[in-house]
């Protein structure tokens, strides 16, 4: 199974659980049916119990095209306590949620740089290339932004991440690690992002945390303070350059698909 389509594994899961819900009473229908066959009288009642489970089953048999087809269900506007706690993800539209991606250091400089040549800039873009394209995928909206990109002003969205990995001159350093804004104004909403990150991160990839490296330039990252104050953000370092080369120039898509899982992790979806 690929390892993205495990997220769909709740999905799938409730499928099956509505499928034996769905034979049970089916069994239980058939039965009911045999034993009044020897009454004429009970006819009218057969009848009317195969009506009665049209209308049961009737919904669980529409086909997915059915389903997308329908109206949406119009929800209440978010109160102002909602909102403080959600980050403004219940003010967008639920069904099509916005997620901002930055490439780190796109547009403005080529970050990190190894010995031979290679560098942060490269690295970072092709991951953001791909957790947008994932979450595309997914059903999400997603905008690729460039390190200083105009967009950021006031950007409005329900999740931002920027993506950077971490120098390649420290001998010996592996890890990852996410961070939040320091002064954060929706501090449940943020953490939530930065707890679904880590852990998705951490699964896919199979990398530790490196808390301990957090800097202020992470928790006082620049876009931190250029998008709204409700639209959640956060900051990843996807590795060490050096000691984690392997996964970071040789796996990008598996280092993408962490950082996408913690996204829809966020998402709820
Ligand atoms: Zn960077």
């Given at each position: 199974m690929d390892e993205f389509e495990i997220l769909c594994y709740h999905n799938f899961m409730s499928k099956r659980r509505q499928k034996k819900q769905t034979q049970t009473i089916r069994r239980t229908t058939i039965k009911r049916g045999e034993q009044t066959m020897f009454s004429i009288t009970m006819i009218t009642l057969l009848i009317a119990g195969v009506l009665v489970g049209f209308e049961l089953f009737g919904p669980n048999e529409r086909s997915n095209a059915e389903i997308r087809m329908m109206p949406p269900v119009v929800q209440a506007a978010p109160t102002k306590e909602a909102v403080a706690v959600t980050g403004n993800l219940l003010a967008r539209d639920y069904a099509k949620p916005l997620v901002g991606i930055v490439s780190g250091h796109k547009g403005y400089d080529p970050g990190a740089v190894c010995a031979?040549?290679?560098s942060e800039v490269e690295v970072n873009h092709i991951i953001a290339a791909e957790v947008v394209s994932l979450l595309r995928r997914r059903g999400v909206q997603a905008d690729l932004l460039d390190?200083?990109?105009?967009?950021?002003?006031d950007y409005k969205a329900d999740a931002l991440v920027s993506i950077h990995s971490d120098s390649?001159?420290?001998?010996g350093a592996t890890g990852f690690k996410v961070a939040r804004v320091?002064?954060?104004?929706i501090t449940e909403a943020e953490d939530r992002l930065v707890t679904c990150l880590t852990r998705e991160y951490a699964a896919y990839t199979g990398l530790s945390a490196?808390?301990?490296?957090?800097?202020d330039g992470m928790t006082n990252y620049h876009a931190f303070n250029e998008i709204t104050p409700l639209t959640p953000g956060a900051i990843i370092?996807?590795?060490?350059?050096?000691?984690?080369r392997h996964l970071l120039q040789y796996k990008p898509k598996i280092v993408a698909r962490g950082i996408a899982a913690g996204i829809l992790c966020f998402l709820g979806r």
């Open positions: 031979d040549g290679w390190e200083y990109d105009d967009r950021l002003t390649c001159n420290i001998p320091t002064d954060s104004a490196h808390p301990a490296s957090i800097t370092e996807t590795g060490f350059m050096l000691d984690d």
